[in-house]
């Protein structure tokens, strides 16, 4: 497996339950400021075991919504598991970042 892709890994299991980050900011965290793209990259590429390990579903886009685009089952699985966790949607489907904003 990939360092950087390992480091996303260890870096969202971070991530309290609740509460979201975007995949900027997880770059940023890693030191990689450019590498958001990288970050989702990583993210999409787990393995359907280690979905349950990792908490991918708690990174999001920086204008605070899901950006599964294509993929309607997952989009639909990250909402549901996010609103399990007490983040809630606004009318625009985006998230409050002051109120679920990690760190």
């Known amino acids: 497996m990939n360092n950087f892709y390992q480091s996303v890994y260890e870096m969202a299991s971070k ?3 609740g509460k ?3 995949y900027g900011r997880l770059a940023v965290l890693l ?3 450019r590498a958001a793209r990288a ?3 990583a993210l999409n590429s787990l393995k359907k ?3 349950q390990k ?3 579903q708690r990174v999001i ?3 605070g919504k899901i950006s599964i685009k294509g993929d309607h089952f997952r989009a639909s699985l990250q909402r549901r598991l996010l609103e399990e966790e007490g983040i809630v949607f606004d009318e625009n ?3 409050d970042w002051d109120k679920f904003g990690w760190p």
């Open 15 to 17: 991530i309290p339950k």
């Open 54 to 56: 990792v908490p991918w």
């Open 31 to 33: 030191q990689s400021p």
């Open 93 to 95: 489907d985006s998230i």
């Open 49 to 51: 075991d280690d979905l």
């Open 39 to 41: 970050v989702g990259y």
């Open 61 to 63: 886009n920086s204008q």
């Open 20 to 22: 979201v980050t975007s």
